[in-house]
Nanobody, 120 residues
């Protein structure tokens, strides 16, 4: 059993910052790609940022230069530092990871989601 547990969401004013965390736990052997997605009301879920086991990162155009994704492999944790937040960043943010389980199978997992609301 593998779990992704997110934390760090909340309410912030425009221009503010938040840091999301997502920790993987359970019967895992290693983690390949990790990423953050978001889904706003009435919209499709979209990729925000991703990072592979090294340091290669990908960002949605809408968050480049404002968001930074990073990971701590020793803690099986991925972070999303969000700066200069805008109302359009309001969404439920989901952690996603490709995890190699201890029994050798690679599966894709989702976290439960954390709400980020940017409003004055």
């Amino acid at each position: 059993q593998v779990q992704l547990v997110e934390s760090g969401g909340g309410l912030v004013q425009p221009g503010g910052s938040l840091r999301l965390s997502c920790a993987a736990s359970g019967s895992l052997f290693s983690i390949n790609a990790m990423g953050w997605y978001r889904q706003a009301p009435g919209k499709e879920r979209e990729l925000v940022a991703s990072i592979i086991s090294g340091s290669s990162t990908t960002y949605a155009d809408s968050v480049k230069a404002r968001f930074t994704i990073s990971r701590d492999n020793a803690k099986n944790t991925v972070y999303l530092q969000m700066n200069s937040l805008k109302p359009e960043d309001t969404a439920v943010y989901y952690c996603n990871a490709d995890i190699v389980a201890s029994w050798g199978t690679t599966l894709n997992y989702w976290g439960q989601g954390t709400q980020v609301t940017v409003s004055s």
